[in-house]
């Protein structure tokens, strides 16, 4: 991280010492601060990053009463900002050590639901079928398709996966619209035991939030694309959120929604891997292959089913084999 001493200390925290946070797949980096006069975290987003719209969004969610962190104290020209601690109790690192999923699940459901029945803020980029579809393209196309090919997806191609993407999402363009955070997951919720309804569950890495439809963010929780949902916690979630909030057909949304997610993911480790040297990522690809064929045989999917089954051999549906054999060999080098 840089060097954010003098911003520290203009807020009270010169005595704190920085801890580093491990990083994830982004370019912000977090510090945990001890010895300060409060719990807090300092947030490094260096240019190009903008925090703005992280100030934004957060006051938003605040102001709707949810658990969103409190900026203590900003500097948006540099990206540095002093931010409340939540706590270190993240949904991912309570399952990790063996917590019960299906409550964690509703709780976070609960809080989901809140948030979707809040109007969206001004100004949302849209996340809508044009979106998702550039968006699946920028991993797919460009990356998965190269190292699966051998070469780059032609005009045509590109062509046909977008009009299957706006043939699946379009239809529920005209339903209901509103905030989506976009990677509503665990590694993304604290529990906050203290705090009481939807505010037990703390939001976090809020800031590329969109206009769009509400499924996209309770499949992003219920499929996950870094860890398996035993079928009792997605059940538990989708009843907590139904409880809350009615979703016109929201079983085709979630898979039509899933099926963009889950092919963009499962190239993005791909990306991930021969842009940014970070191989430990394709662990997940299997889990995204499998989840978007099952998002594939729902009806509403038919049309990206076509695209694929034309264009795509069911055998070279997951990591490129010659992206995991290079990194199987790194490892074995190493």
């Known amino acids: 991280m840089r060097d954010a001493a003098g911003f520290l200390a203009a807020h009270g925290f010169a005595g704190a010492t920085p801890h580093p946070l491990p990083g994830d797949a982004g370019f912000r980096r977090y510090a945990r601060l001890a010895g300060g006069p409060r719990p807090a975290l300092l947030m490094d987003a260096p240019p190009p990053e903008d925090v703005g719209p992280y100030l934004r969004i957060g006051a938003h969610l605040r102001a709707a009463g949810l658990s969103a962190p409190e900026v203590i104290a900003a500097d948006p020209g540099r990206g540095l900002l002093l ?169 085709a949304a979630l898979a039509a929604h899933g099926a963009q997610r889950h092919l963009r993911i499962a190239a993005l480790w791909v990306r991930l891997a021969l842009r940014d040297a970070k191989p430990r990522y394709l662990v997940h690809g299997p889990r995204c292959w499998a989840q978007l064929d099952r998002a594939l045989a729902h009806p509403a999917c038919a049309p990206l089913r076509g695209f694929l089954d034309r264009h795509v051999p069911r055998d070279l549906r997951g990591n490129p084999d010659r992206v995991a054999r290079r990194h199987a060999m790194a490892g074995a080098g190493g």
């Not at 809508?128 to 196309?141: E, G, S, W, Y």
């Not at 989506?180 to 590694?187: E, K, L």
């Open 83 to 251: 931010i409340e601690d939540l706590g270190a109790a993240t949904h991912a690192d309570l399952l990790d050590a063996g917590a019960d999923p299906a409550p964690l699940y509703a709780e976070a459901a609960e809080a989901l639901a809140a948030l979707h029945a809040v109007p969206p803020p001004d100004g949302l980029p849209a996340w809508d079928a044009a979106a998702m579809a550039r968006a699946t393209a920028a991993t797919f196309l460009d990356w998965w398709w190269p190292a699966a090919f051998g070469g780059p997806a032609g005009d045509g191609i590109r062509r046909d996966l977008a009009a299957a993407l706006h043939a699946v999402l379009d239809p529920f363009a005209g339903g209901a619209r509103g905030f989506v955070h976009r990677d509503y997951f665990p590694a993304n919720l604290l529990r906050l035991p203290d705090r009481e309804g939807p505010r037990r569950t703390g939001i976090i890495d809020f800031q590329d939030a969109g206009l769009g439809h509400p499924a996209y963010d309770l499949l992003s929780l219920i499929e996950d694309a870094r860890r398996d949902v035993p079928p009792a916690a997605r059940e538990s979630a989708l009843r907590a959120y139904r409880a809350r909030r009615a979703v016109p057909d929201l079983e």
